[in-house]
Nanobody
Framework: QVQVVESGGGLVQPGGSLRLSCAAS????????MAWYRQAPGKERELVAA???????NYADSLKGRFTISRDNGKNTMYLQTNSLKPEDTAVYYC???????????????WGQGTQVTVSS
């Protein structure tokens, strides 16, 4: 099986920063695109940023310049550096991973359980 676990969320004041991590583990053959999504109370889940296995990135237009996505392929880990946080960034942040199991040639999609980010004074 494949496990996806986020960490790094918490309570931060407006203007502050957090670094979120997402680690994939288990019977992994290779990992394709990894992405961060977020879901605020009463709102739909939305894409924050994505990064493919070559390091090409894609961001939600509203977050460009404040958030930076990166990954360490050797550790099967993805990061999201969030800066200049605003109260409207408050949400549960989810990790999404496309990966092949070690015995399969087919990409499958996995979600983490989410990590809460709260921006408040």
């Amino acid at each position: 099986q494949v496990q996806v676990v986020e960490s790094g969320g918490g309570l931060v004041q407006p203007g502050g920063s957090l670094r979120l991590s997402c680690a994939a583990s288990g019977s992994i053959g290779s990992i394709g695109t990894m992405a961060w999504y977020r879901q605020a109370p009463g709102k739909e889940r939305e894409l924050v940023a994505a990064i493919d296995s070559s390091g090409n990135t894609n961001y939600a237009d509203s977050l460009k310049g404040r958030f930076t996505i990166s990954r360490d392929n050797g550790k099967n880990t993805m990061y999201l550096q969030t800066n200049s946080l605003k109260p409207e960034d408050t949400a549960v942040y989810y990790c999404n991973v496309w990966c092949k199991k070690s015995w399969s040639n087919r990409f499958e999609n996995y979600w983490g359980q989410g990590t809460q980010v709260t921006v408040s004074s």
